[in-house]
DNA sequence: CTTCCTGCAAAAGTTTTGCATTAAC
DNA sequence: GTTAATGCAAAACTTTTGCAGGAAG
């Protein structure tokens, strides 16, 4: 269970895409930076006014990001498309979302109920046939102010 | 706990729909049929497939009956929008994805990580001042034909 | 006879693509 | 120089809406 340190971020995807065949430009950078201050998921058009290029530039870089594992598309409730970096370049979390108002908040939960998920996952994955299973778990309730 | 008979389902919807002064047409009832049948959140276009009227009543419909807590909007990987019936309606239950094709599986998972979960939940959510939380876990792994 | 539902077609909103240009290696 | 990234505009795709006609209460 390793922890990365902020300063890595950058280098380590401009490795991934290295690898690829594909650059760190500018653009990219600012999105991952973008997708690092946020610490929630970020919707297209967020993404879009953080100044991250035109529209189609984000499209396909958040496309090929998502291709090397940087990024992942996380699916919240209806509207469009939100991402984060994935849980190898931050740490693994949950969301707390707002079924009113569409706000999401990452959270952790305590240790011990992770790995009675990852066990039940595992045993669950192993009955059905599915490999390499992870779990995601989202809390879906009313905040604060729309109570 | 309760767990409803099929023969139920229809009148409860129907039920349902006349207390906000809708009707349970052959339409609406084609399409909480189709996702009786279905056993797993199908796609709208899979919906509409099913003989459950042109697009735009569909689309009609499925808002209407998640108005009324009939069936609940399913998020899974990008795509379109998947719907299944609500868990009052049916049971409470998970979702195992594949990552590769989409595919999406209804699973159950033993009781007492269920319990387990839920006291969690009840926590965190106390703590960040969210109300009604409820949790929504999904194993995403590769299913046998995509290994 | 009033309210709701349907069906078509058109509109709106999100995401993808074509292509010429610019930048990175 | 060769390959990849950008930016604009146009296209594609999912979802919503307007409106006239039909059905339900």
Excluded: W
Excluded at 40 to 53: D, F, M, Y
Excluded at 57 to 79: F, I, P, Q, W
């Amino acid at each position: 269970m390793m922890r990365r340190m902020p300063t890595d971020l950058h280098s380590t995807v401009a490795e991934r895409l290295r690898r690829v065949g594909q650059r760190y430009t500018e653009q990219r950078e600012a999105l991952v930076a973008a997708l690092e201050r946020a610490r929630k998921p970020l919707s297209t058009l967020e993404i879009v006014q953080a100044r991250t290029g035109p529209q189609s530039s984000v499209y396909r870089n958040l496309a090929v990001l998502e291709h090397v594992g940087v990024v992942r598309r996380v699916v919240t409730e209806g509207e469009f498309a939100r991402f984060e970096l994935t849980e190898e370049l931050t740490e693994h979390h949950h969301h707390l979302i707002c079924s009113n108002c569409g706000k999401v908040e990452d959270v952790t939960i305590p240790t011990d109920l992770e790995s009675t998920m990852d066990r039940t996952v595992d045993r669950l994955a192993k009955r059905s046939g599915f490999a390499k299973v992870r779990h995601r778990l989202d809390l879906i309730g009313t905040c604060r102010s729309c109570a």
